[in-house]
């Protein structure tokens, strides 16, 4: 009876062996392409070891995946403005070797994922170009008043990518409803005069929260706005709200850039920058506090002025501006807000805010609050100031616009809460004709 029970056992483990050993499989494989990072996602059944490496002549990155077997296509996968000409694989024993061959060189690295709500296991590659192959769009100064320079405006569209942010009913993506709003907010700013807006993202990409303010630091921004739209576990809750950097999130990051100012390449200072490497310990710290005092309050008046154009046609969460201490508001010369549109998670909200009308006044509101704050504290040297000074708008918070192609009359004065009669009566208008280029006054509202 013994020796039967032994040889059951033994059976049973000869059995389990396989089962323990069996490989992985790739179930689907993925790309997000940003202007400056390429990031592949290998969907997984289960966890799997890997090993990746590069080799050159000709230029490639490999990736060794143990235990795991092909069942999805590495064929079509919208790489053709990426580094990567084409992909290959081939079996090595029980596992897997797939290739990318370049076209550019890159940075690359690799890390697991576990399981969350929305995915399985997951092996991410990322190619980030190397800053030499990183072709940008030279900006061409505009001919104007003393070539003065446009205040800039960086615009975050939150999540992005393998990342879509929250999920409201109906399978509507933060994400898509960010993008949207954001690419509005960008067409109003570029449209007034003195004004350039920059979006993280231009795509549906992956950004980690540092890439973020550090492209406004790059773009020399003078103000970063992130946008956002919230959800909660219980579906009633809803209203917008406006954020900024919390006192104990200000002293956080105060303390991570003295810690980091010897090997930091980041300066503070906004456009005129100023190091903190060279400096002691003592005025490094007075010279940051100084930084971050002042952004933070450009940032709350900035905010109030959002908040209080949303409240005329949203419903918000708190009646005030709120504070916290997320990453994105940490820049520590640059005044930044981050705007979440309402609860995508309520029924309600997230049937506005997937609708254009809404998005648009989104981003009518953020557009306003931004334009009313730059022109009550107009940067040194931007046209803005320049006008303010010169009296070339208006007294009394009038603003210039310069019409775009798509612009009519009457969008003009809908979109700026003027009526058409005074838009006509202000730029002595016989007609609602205009043509591009031509500059418009707006008046108050």
Do not use: C
């Not at 969907?43 to 490639?60: A, N």
């Not at 200072?269 to 490497?277: I, K, P, Y």
């Amino acid at each position: 009876m013994n020796t039967l029970r032994i040889l059951s056992s033994l059976l049973l483990m000869l059995l389990l062996v396989p089962l323990a050993q069996a490989a992985q499989e790739i179930q689907n494989v993925r790309a997000w392409l940003a202007p400056d990072n390429t990031r592949l996602v290998f969907d997984l059944s289960g966890p799997v070891e890997h090993k990746l490496f590069t080799l050159s002549g000709p230029d490639r990155v490999v990736i060794d995946i143990d235990k795991v077997q092909l069942q999805a296509s590495l064929n079509d996968l919208g790489l053709e403005d990426s580094p990567v000409s084409q992909i290959r694989h081939s079996t090595r024993g029980d596992g897997l070797r797939i290739v990318l061959d370049l076209k550019s060189d890159v940075r690359p690295k690799s890390f697991d994922l576990k399981p969350n709500e929305q995915y399985g296991y997951r092996l991410v590659v990322d190619l980030a170009m190397r800053e030499e192959a990183i072709v940008t769009k030279s900006v061409v100064p505009v001919p104007g008043e003393e070539n003065k320079r446009d205040v800039v405006v960086v615009i975050d569209a939150g999540h992005g990518g393998e990342d879509p942010g929250a999920i409201g009913p109906g399978g509507v993506r933060e994400k898509d409803v960010v993008i949207k709003i954001a690419q509005e907010l960008k067409r109003l700013i570029d449209a007034e005069r003195g004004y350039r807006a920059v979006l993280t993202r231009t795509g549906d990409y992956y950004i980690s929260l540092r890439g973020r303010t550090g492209k406004a630091r790059k773009s020399n921004a003078d103000l970063f706005v992130s946008i956002h739209a919230d959800a909660f576990k219980d579906p009633r809750a809803r209203g917008a709200s406006v954020w900024v950097l919390s006192g104990r999130g200000a002293t956080s990051e105060m303390g991570r850039w003295l810690a980091q100012r010897e090997n930091s390449a980041d300066l503070i200072g906004g456009v005129g920058s100023l190091s903190l490497g060279d400096k002691d310990d003592v005025l490094a710290s007075v010279l940051l506090d100084m930084s971050m005092n002042a952004s933070r309050k450009d940032s709350h008046q900035v905010a109030s002025r959002i908040h209080a154009n949303m409240a005329s046609f949203a419903r918000m969460h708190k009646k005030h501006v709120e504070q916290a201490g997320f990453v994105v508001l940490k820049s520590p010369d640059i005044p930044s807000i981050l705007v979440e549109t309402g609860f995508i998670s309520n029924p309600e909200e997230a049937r506005k805010l997937k609708t254009a009308s809404y998005q648009q006044q989104m981003a009518q509101s953020i557009f306003r609050g931004i334009t009313g704050h730059f022109w009550e504290k107009p940067p040194t040297g931007s046209y803005i100031a320049w006008a303010k000074q010169s009296g070339s708008q208006l007294a009394g918070g009038e603003r210039l616009y310069k019409v775009v192609s798509g612009d009519t009359l009457s969008v003009i004065a809908q979109r700026n809460g003027v009526s058409l009669q005074r838009l006509r009566q202000a730029n002595q208008l016989s007609s609602d004709s205009i043509r591009i280029g031509q500059v418009l006054r707006i008046p108050t509202g």
